[in-house]
Structures are given as structure tokens and as C-alpha cells.
């Protein structure tokens, strides 16, 4: 079963340990700059929310959360509203299903608006990522046409 946990001082070098392959390092950032990110974001007045996801008890992926982005520059739809980042799942544990599991779990948690009310979860994902489009897609996001840091932004009402 998959499920999102906190990262924590046993599991942070397995979380951080975990990696896309090659051809896919242009979509994501290493889970330790992700990391980095929740950070500043945190002690500069946003809301992250940085998960590892478990199949199991295996670490097999990563995702950070994020709500009403301030302080950024950042499109439109980031004030106020849910973003999901940085979603990866490690190379070896790769189409097995535990992108579209951690996707059920990542919405059923942004639907108990942990940081505040929201009408809207946004995405930016690379035009050329397949994968992640399709996966997306399946789960109702649409593109919005807006593209920002060269990165189709896609949308989904909660
Ligand atoms: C995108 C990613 C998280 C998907 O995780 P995964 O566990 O491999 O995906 P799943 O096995 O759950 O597959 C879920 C859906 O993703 C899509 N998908 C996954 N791999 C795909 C591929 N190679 N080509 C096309 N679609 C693909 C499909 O829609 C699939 O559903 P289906 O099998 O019913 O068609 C994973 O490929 C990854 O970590 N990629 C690198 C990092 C990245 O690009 N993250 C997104 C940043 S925006």
C-alpha cells in the first residue's frame, strides 16, 4: 500500500537517496534541493508540505506540496490555490503504479485543505513530459495555456 509520511531524522537519507534516471533529471530536482526549498519556503511565509512516499515499508519516491506560493514570482494561479512539485518516484520502483497511488493519496490530502481554503491544485510540469502528462490527465487535470519557466501549467478544480 502506498502512503505519504513525514520526512523524519531516520528516513531523510533514504528520501534523499532516491533518484530519476538520467533522462528524466531534466523534470524534477534532486529530492535534497526539494528539501532546501520547503525550507526557505517555510521560514519565508509559505506553506510547504514535503512527503516521502512509502510502498509499504520501502521509500520509493518524494513529492512537496505547496499552497499559495507568496513572495515568488509564480503564475497566476499559485495565490491561494494547491500546487503539487517535485513528484518523483525512484527509477527501480518505477511503472508499477505507485505514481498513480501516491497522485489518489496526494489529492485525497490536499482535499482536507491542510493550509487553508483553495478552489484550484495546479501543476507545472515540462510540454515533453509524457509520462507525468498522461498521469495527470487521467486524474482530470487540464492545461490551462499558460506556460511559465518553460513549463505547461495544468489545472484541476478541487
Ligand atoms: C511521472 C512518474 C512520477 C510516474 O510514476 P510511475 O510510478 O512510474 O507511474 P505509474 O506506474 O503509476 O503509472 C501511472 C500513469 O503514468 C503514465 N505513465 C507512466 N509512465 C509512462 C510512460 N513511460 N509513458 C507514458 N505514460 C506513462 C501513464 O498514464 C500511467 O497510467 P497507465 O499505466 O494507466 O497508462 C515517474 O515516471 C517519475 O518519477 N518520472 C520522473 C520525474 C518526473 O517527471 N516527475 C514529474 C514532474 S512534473
Known sequence: ??????????NRRAIFNLEVSEDQRRFVASNLSSVASCYILATNGGHPFPFAIYADEQPVGFVMLAYGITGYEEPSIADDNYCIMRLMIDKQYQNRG???????K??????????????????????DNVAAKKLYENFGFRDN????NNESITVLRL
Open 106 to 127: 496526494i489529492l485525497e490530502f490536499i482535499r482536507t485543505f491542510p493550509a487553508g481554503p483553495a478552489h484550484y491544485c495546479w501543476i507545472p510540469y515540462k510540454p
Open 145 to 148: 495555456g499558460e506556460i511559465f
Open 1 to 10: 500500500m502506498i502512503t505519504l509520511r513525514k520526512i523524519t531524522l531516520e
Open 98 to 104: 505507485y505514481g498513480r497511488e501516491a497522485m489518489k
